[in-house]
């Protein structure tokens, strides 16, 4: 079955660690993205790579990395620089770089700092 | 900048009843604009869209019309069911300076009670 995977589903952290979230995706799509969801709220985008090797910073980066070593796969890293990474993060790809194509969501990791 | 913006709920409904949730946006351009869905627990899931003005988007009984001269892309249902009851997101994709980013509303949390 084709789709996006995000692993773990659930995530628990001490406070001061650094942490990768997984995002896999076998659509073959060319973009993918990091978006955190926080309660009553719309989802804000971290990070975005329109091609392997490149990516770039979406509306609230800061204290987050990615990589985008492979096609397939779009890593998320929440650093400890991040101020208060609790929240619902959701990966994303679409088919290319157009108006017309729709993202399509993994299944989301929920990251809990304690 | 752009933006979208979203009748706030909860949303509280009785089986059957008629939906409405109302979505205006701000853009320069021509942007597409999409409706998805988040059940709990869960990742968005690509409702209906429309990519022009005057284009009817729909799916599952759920319907919306992109207005350019409203600036509006209200959701509506005729009959709602039980398992209508999720979050629903309007979003709107545009492009600028190379780059294709979703810019979301802030969701509105519709209940159907049987």
């Known amino acids: 079955d084709g789709g996006i995977t995000q692993s773990p589903k659930y995530l628990f952290r001490k406070e001061g660690q650094n942490v990768t979230l997984s995002c896999e995706q076998n659509l073959n799509h060319d973009a993918m993205y990091w978006y955190r969801q926080d309660p009553g709220q719309g989802l804000r985008l971290i990070y975005y790579s329109q091609i392997v090797n490149d990516f770039q910073k979406g509306d609230i980066a800061e204290g987050y990395s990615v990589s985008r070593e492979k096609k397939e796969s779009f890593p998320l890293t929440v650093t400890s620089a991040q101020k208060n990474p609790t929240a619902f993060y959701l990966c994303a790809s679409a088919p290319g770089t157009s108006v017309y194509n729709e993202q399509f969501f993994g299944p989301g990791t929920r990251l809990t700092v304690l | 900048g752009n933006s979208v913006t979203q009748m706030e709920g909860p949303v509280t409904l009785s089986e059957e009843a008629f939906l409405t949730i109302n979505c205006t946006y701000t853009a320069t351009g021509y942007p597409s604009l999409f409706w998805y869905v988040q059940y709990p627990g869960e990742g968005l899931q690509l409702l209906l869209k429309?990519?022009?003005?005057?284009d009817k988007g729909s799916n599952k009984g759920f319907e919306a019309t992109y207005r350019k001269e409203t600036t509006s892309f209200h959701l509506e249902k005729g009959s709602v069911q039980v398992s209508d009851s999720a979050v629903y997101f309007c979003a709107l994709l545009y492009s600028g300076a190379g780059s294709y980013q979703l810019t979301f509303g802030k969701g509105t949390k519709l209940s159907v009670i049987p």
């Open positions: 429309a990519t022009k003005a005057d």
